[in-house]
């Protein structure tokens, strides 16, 4: 079992945001692979199981709002008794990424992001998966001078970003095929793949 949870806020208001770029890339895993298959309240997130290369996936969205975002991801990791490290990969939007960029760690920090720090908390770990899409000003990230982080990442993405935004979820969704079919290694491959330059050992 592989648990794939994209990070947003429930509701019509957050469509489209910043911070629901990872309910973005679990709507396209949806529409994908999962077109047709009942999505149930279950996990306090809205959920749907497929199968993907005969390995059986779980899809979270969670409807707990962003914040307690861990709530929602430890209770479905403990069901299925999961490694986090291997089973369970995050989705989630960077605003220190540009748009237009993907990034995969196999750890590591939260970046300020309050729904990572959720899921570190309660899982009692950050040593999990987690697939990053930039939501950050170009060409370097960041959010804009004089405006309030949490304004910034609520607010959506403007038409010139759109034309970067599309082919870095489409490139978000093959990430996560991957890790589901081929392991992590296979995944960050093709994260780096899109203008990407990780700089930092892993």
Known sequence: MKLIVGLGNPGTQYTKTRHNAGFMVADRLHAKHAKGEPVKARFQAASVEFTLAAERCLLLKPTTFMNRS??????????????P?????????????????????????????NGLASIQEL??????????????????????????????????????????????????????ELFITKGLNPAKAIAVGLNYVDHAAE
Do not use: C, W
């Open 85 to 113: 490290a291997q089973d369970l990969m995050v989705i989630v939007d960077e605003v220190y990424l540009p748009v237009g960029s993907v990034r995969l760690r196999p750890g590591g920090g939260t970046s300020g992001h």
């Open 70 to 83: 861990g709530q929602s991801v430890a209770e479905a990791v403990r069901f299925f008794k999961l490694d």
């Open 123 to 176: 899982l009692g770990t950050d040593a999990y998966p987690r697939l990053r899409i930039g939501v950050g000003l170009l060409p370097n990230g960041g959010k804009p001078p004089m405006i309030d982080q949490a304004d910034y990442v609520l607010g959506r993405f403007t038409p010139e970003e759109d034309p970067l935004l599309d082919p870095a979820l489409a490139k978000a969704v093959e990430a996560a």
